[in-house]
């Protein structure tokens, strides 16, 4: 149990950097208006 735990974990932090790799490649233009403001 405790093994399939630390596998889950490691899936999950895979997973997470995976995400905000993908996130930081996609153009926001949120961030735009915080800097004219």
């Known amino acids: 149990l405790l093994n ?4 889950n974990n490691n899936n ?13 490649q996609i153009p926001v233009p949120v961030p735009i208006p915080i800097y004219c403001g």
């Open 4 to 7: 399939n735990t630390i596998h």
């Open 12 to 24: 999950y932090k895979k997973l997470q950097y995976y995400n905000i790799n993908y996130i930081e």
